[in-house]
């Protein structure tokens, strides 16, 4: 059973958008906190997301995971979301999978907010 | 309020305790009072009866003496006059202490009045007259002035003694009315002090008892499997305590076995993946397969597969995202229908295609996996592999005793994991290897493993250990890599280890060897699995 922590997300409201800030590592013991913030933005007027992993030293699996399951239900409901990313790791973990592939990825918010699918 | 059994005990014996210091107390004012009672009676009462009575004797003594006197002239009877004039004064004395207020002093000072009169008279006309010897006429004045003297004196005597009378019933009637009193507040006292010892008695043990026996039945129900008693005591003190304990116990007991279920559950999900995992790998003259797996947990999303036909040996890892039982059931959907669309003899890329889509329709949003799916032609050395979204496998070349150990990472084309998009792509990379070549596929476990200090193995030490260990057989070069990656993490392994390794010894004499079946020579490796964690 994996038992659920919390990793802190601070959000900021930017025009047109929202920024989703997590400090700490994005695992399957702490996806759950993302996941949940992704979720209160579905019901947004414009629910367009940038996650900025700025403050986020590990990412698995689980938080990619999370970040694409993002990326399907915020489309679905008329927004998207793009990620603001400079740490290697991360960027090496998207360019595996295949996950930068019609995502928005940017090394800043302002940059990747730019790339949002109209 | 909560009050402590010990109290509530304390304070029924402190109830009772203060009921006999009441009762106590009662006696004593009881006591005290039939004391002053009985002081008035004897100090004060009875001594003056006594006076007032000597005194009217005394005077009818003196009547009586004078009189006699008068008749026979005798001294004797003068000196029982004035013996009792004497007696009279003394208890006049007497009464005057005893009688201070009201109309018994009034009486008394009357009847002392009517005693000095009377004294006067004798010593005044009557005597005087005897003395000149005109008794007659002195008889004549006792009889008419003294008579009337004596007779007020008795009745002021009767007066007195009706008064001490009164006072006596006064006192007899207070006495009663106290006694009554008395009674009424011990009957009271003791028949509460009854009440409240039977109240005690009967109420304590019987709330005690039932509430015990609510406890008992609680024990029961737990005992039956029931976790969640209705224990309702509202006690206020120990026992309900302890109930509202046993409610939690309960509730802590149904967790420890939501728990085992759920273990149990994990253990289920683990056999049925070892089951899927643990075939003998099928092995063909001209390719040698070692795999080689360490689980982080009972459950992993780490998979992979290997199937031998017509001369083709097909390889696949699979990673599946996350943790846990999640990831278990997403490689173990990703293998089923990787394997049964497999068993239709589809190509690899529809194979992939076709398991990308039951993927997107059978897992949520946030699940994908992520596989390398590898044939390789024995007769050619021909390596074909579709890459969706995983690292890339390593290669290590044939040991050349000139430039000592080579190899690297096989980067080829990349596609997206499977679960994601409609379309993932199915770009192939084509490798032709030379005899001895080893290619190594693996899951990002080895490359995501982490220090204490939170630095990740990643692929260069991944490779550096590869080319270090290239010497070392295939039966051991994963257990060595293995061993590197616990080393650097210090024991603490968060995610699965899979490694497929696969030499190509170069093409058999016959290729024809190319059936199902395992070869002539009938080898069948067994996995080597392993468990790390809990």
């Known amino acids: 059973m994996v038992a659920q922590q919390k990793v802190e997300i601070e959000v900021v409201d930017e025009e047109g958008y929202r920024i989703l800030r997590p400090s700490g590592d994005l695992d399957v013991y702490t996806v759950g906190s993302l996941r949940d913030a992704i979720g209160r933005m579905i019901d947004e007027e414009t629910p367009k997301v940038v996650v900025d992993l700025d403050g986020v030293p590990f990412m698995d699996s689980s938080g990619l995971g999370a970040l694409m399951g993002g990326v399907r239900r915020l489309r679905e409901a008329g927004g998207d979301l793009a990620v603001a990313c400079t740490r290697e790791q991360h960027l090496k973990l998207f360019a595996i999978t295949g996950f930068g592939e019609g995502v928005s990825i940017a090394p800043t918010v302002e940059e990747a907010a730019a790339g949002f699918r109209s | ?534």
């Open chain 2, 1 to 534: 309020m909560r009050l402590s059994l010990r109290s509530k005990i304390a304070g029924g014996f402190g109830a009772m305790l203060l009921l006999i210091v009441l009762l106590g107390w009662v006696t004593l004012s009881l006591f005290f009072s039939l004391r002053s009672v009985q002081r008035r009676v004897l100090n004060e009462a009875l001594p003056g009866l006594v006076a007032v009575n000597e005194i009217v004797r005394s005077y009818t003594a003196q009547a009586g003496a004078v009189r006699g006197s008068l008749i026979g002239s005798q001294q004797t009877l003068l000196e029982r006059y004035e013996f009792e004039v004497a007696t009279a004064e003394f208890w006049q004395e007497r009464a005057r202490e005893l009688f201070t207020s009201g109309t018994e002093r009034e009486h008394l000072d009357q009847l002392i009045d009517a005693g000095d009169q009377f004294h006067a008279l004798v010593e005044e006309r009557i005597v005087p007259l005897a003395t000149q010897g005109n008794r007659s006429q002195a008889f004549l004045v006792l009889d008419q002035q003294g008579t009337r003297l004596i007779s007020d004196i008795e009745i002021q005597g009767e007066l007195l003694r009706t008064a001490q009378e009164q006072a006596l019933a006064q006192v007899e009637g207070l006495v009663r009315s106290r006694a009554r009193q008395a009674l009424i507040i011990v009957s009271l006292v003791l028949g509460g002090a009854l009440l409240l010892g039977a109240a005690l008695a009967y109420l304590l043990p019987r709330r005690l008892s039932r509430n015990l026996d609510r406890l008992v039945e609680a024990t029961r129900a737990i005992e039956r499997g029931e976790f969640e008693p209705d224990v309702q005591i509202r006690s206020g003190d120990e026992i309900e305590e302890l109930g509202d304990r046993f409610v939690g116990m309960g509730r802590g007991l149904k967790r420890l076995q939501q728990l085992a279920l759920q273990d149990r559950e994990l253990e289920i999900a683990s056999s049925i993946q070892r089951n899927l995992l643990r075939r003998s790998i099928p092995t063909t003259p001209g390719v040698e397969v070692v795999p080689l797996q360490r689980q982080a947990n009972l459950v992993g999303g780490d998979w992979y597969d290997v199937d031998v036909a017509a001369a083709q040996v097909t390889v696949v890892v699979g990673d599946a995202s996350g943790k846990g039982i999640a990831a278990a059931l997403m490689a173990t959907v990703a293998l089923s229908f990787l394997r049964a669309e497999r068993g239709l003899g589809s190509p690899a890329p529809r194979i992939i295609e076709r398991t990308n889509e039951a993927l997107l329709d059978a897992t949520d949003p946030d699940s994908f996996t992520t596989v390398i799916y590898a044939t390789f032609d024995v007769s050619t050395g021909e390596v074909r592999w579709l890459n969706m979204g995983h690292p890339s496998p390593f290669l290590l070349r044939a040991a050349d005793a000139e430039n000592g150990a080579e190899g690297y990472y096989l980067e080829g084309s990349r596609n997206r994991a499977l679960g994601w998009f409609d379309d993932p792509g199915l770009a192939e990379t084509i490798v032709r290897l030379q005899p001895g070549d080893r290619v190594f596929f693996f899951t990002d476990g080895f490359l995501e493993a982490k220090s204490p200090e939170g630095e990740v193995f990643g692929e260069n030490r991944f490779a550096d250990a590869l080319l270090r260990h290239a010497p070392v057989g295939m039966d051991d070069i994963g257990e060595r890599l293995v061993g590197e990656v616990e080393r650097f993490a210090a024991g603490k392994l968060d995610d699965d280890l899979t490694m497929l390794a696969v030499e190509y010894q170069g093409a058999p004499a016959s290729v024809d060897a190319g059936d199902e079946r395992p070869s002539a020579s009938g080898r069948q490796r067994e996995r080597r699995d392993t468990q790390t964690g809990e």
